[in-house]
T-cell receptor, first 114, second 114 residues
Framework: DTAVSQTPKYLVTQMGNDKSIKCEQNLGHDTMYWYKQDSKKFLKIMFSYNNKELIINETVPNRFSPKSPDKAHLNLHINSLELGDSAVYFC?????????????FGSGTRLTVV | AQSVTQLGSHVSVSEGALVLLRCNYSSSVPPYLFWYVQYPNQGLQLLLKYTSAATLVKGINGFEAEFKKSETSFHLTKPSAHMSDAAEYFCAVSERNQGGKLIFGQGTELSVKP
């Protein structure tokens, strides 16, 4: 039973399209995150939500819009995809937003924009 | 701004040899510190964390790390490398009560030679 699950695992799409990535956690955690890992494997936070409330929005283009329908789900919608959006996107969750407990990560969604 | 530096983007050791992966952080106030491991095409797995208790932290798979405030370091060690330890290792910091945001180092790829 996967703790943090993301779908799809792979996503290949053309420039200009709109796509969504879904994330669900069954750990009962209060806080969820989206991270982007670029081609050099560098990881950077994009967003975090605590109990459905946005608490971190890290200078991400407006084309990226997170949605949290409940505290177990955090989806990422991307409009007008660009070549530079190609990356691996990781969802993660933690028990709280205090920073002490570390995260549980999903297995990632590899997005390729052609 | 907080930053994390991992010395060496690639470390190669022989099976059975000591593993030492270096991490330095920039905060003047001791943050929470983490080491994560990423196997190919997988998400990140928490190895260990420092949250202001004992300065020598033991983690999974025989890894441990020592927090040294005077050196602002949190180096990861393992006495004897196994082939299965080959992976990408990330050091990360989280400042207290900053929404749980993790700031990652650039990663160190560990290779283990037979």
């Amino acid at each position: 039973d996967t703790a943090v699950s993301q779908t799809p695992k792979y996503l290949v799409t053309q420039m200009g399209n709109d796509k969504s990535i879904k994330c669900e956690q069954n750990l009962g955690h209060d806080t969820m995150y989206w991270y982007k890992q670029d081609s050099k494997k560098f990881l950077k936070i994009m967003f975090s939500y605590n109990n459905k409330e946005l608490i971190i929005n890290e200078t991400v283009p407006n084309r990226f819009s997170p949605k949290s329908p409940d505290k177990a789900h955090l989806n990422l919608h991307i409009n007008s995809l660009e070549l530079g959006d190609s990356a691996v996107y990781f969802c993660a969750s933690s028990q709280d937003s205090g920073g002490a407990r570390g995260y549980t990560f999903g297995s990632g969604t590899r997005l390729t924009v052609v | 701004a907080q930053s994390v530096t991992q010395l060496g983007s690639h470390v190669s050791v022989s099976e059975g040899a000591l593993v030492l992966l270096r991490c330095n952080y920039s905060s003047s106030v001791p943050p929470y510190l983490f080491w994560y491991v990423q196997y190919p095409n997988q998400g990140l797995q928490l190895l260990l964390k420092y949250t202001s208790a004992a300065t020598l932290v033991k983690g999974i798979n025989g890894f441990e790390a020592e927090f040294k405030k005077s050196e602002t370091s949190f180096h990861l060690t393992k006495p004897s490398a196994h082939m299965s330890d080959a992976a990408e290792y990330f050091c990360a910091v989280s400042e207290r009560n900053q929404g749980g945001k993790l700031i990652f180092g650039q990663g160190t790829e560990l290779s283990v030679k037979p």
